[in-house]
Each structure stands twice: as structure tokens, then as C-alpha cells.
């Protein structure tokens, strides 16, 4: 099964949306989890990851601070908490799972083997 993400929208700058990712069909309580993004006609791009245990994360300069990633592998589900939205944060966000790669060297998406379809966030002025 593949992630499936959920919670984007519409959101004013500054406001704070919440993205959910949930399992489908299959356990990532082992895998670090990662968020990526991709804007209109730009490359995808890393937002932030966390370890299995959920004890770490990593995050991009741009939403340091900003976004905080969390997960509950009882519930098999990884959050992106995302605070202080500006417009140069609407993208289509998708969270991936990986096994591979020694933390915190996660940024690399080919590192990923699991990807949800993604979610739109869109941030107006």
C-alpha cells in the first residue's frame, strides 16, 4: 500500500494548516517518513522527514521553525504541522517512506520507495 495524505486546502497567509498522512494496507512504523513539495513549474523539493522512532527530525531552511513533523506509529499515520503560511508555500505536498539511507541523510527523494499522490496546499496573500 502507498501513504495517503490528506488536509490541504485553501489557507490565508499566516494561517495553519495540517496535513495528514496515513498507511494503506501496509505498516511504516520502521521507515523514516519524509514530506516533499513541488510548486508549479519548479522541481520537488524536500520539506522535512522523521526517523521510525519519531525522536528526530530534519527540516528545510525555507520552513524551519515554521513546520513541525510528528507521527504516531500506533496509528500509522505522520503529521505536517505547518504554521505561519506564506504564499510561496502553496505546492502540492506529498509525504513518501523510506527504510534506506542513514538519518539524518533523508533529503534525497530517490531515497524514497513509497509515495502518497499528494495534497494541495494553496496560500493566498
Known amino acids: 500500500g502507498q501513504p495517503v495524505e490528506s488536509g490541504g486546502g485553501l489557507v490565508q497567509a499566516g494561517g495553519s494548516p495540517r496535513l495528514s498522512c496515513a498507511a494503506s494496507?501496509?505498516?511504516?512504523?520502521?521507515?523514516?517518513m519524509g514530506w516533499f513539495r513541488q510548486a508549479p513549474g519548479k522541481e520537488r523539493e524536500f520539506v522535512g522527514a522523521i526517523n521510525w522512532s519519531g525522536e528526530y527530525t530534519v527540516y528545510a531552511d525555507s520552513v524551519k521553525g515554521r513546520f513541525t513533523i510528528s507521527r504516531d506509529n500506533a496509528k500509522n499515520t505522520v503529521t505536517l504541522q505547518m504554521n505561519s503560511v506564506k504564499p510561496e508555500d502553496t505546492a502540492v505536498y506529498s509525504c513518501a517512506a523510506t527504510n534506506r539511507g542513514a538519518w539524518p541523510a533523508v533529503v534525497d527523494e530517490l531515497l524514497y520507495d513509497y509515495w502518497g499522490q499528494g495534497t494541495q496546499v494553496t496560500v493566498s496573500s
Open positions: 494496507g501496509r505498516t511504516f512504523s520502521g521507515y523514516a
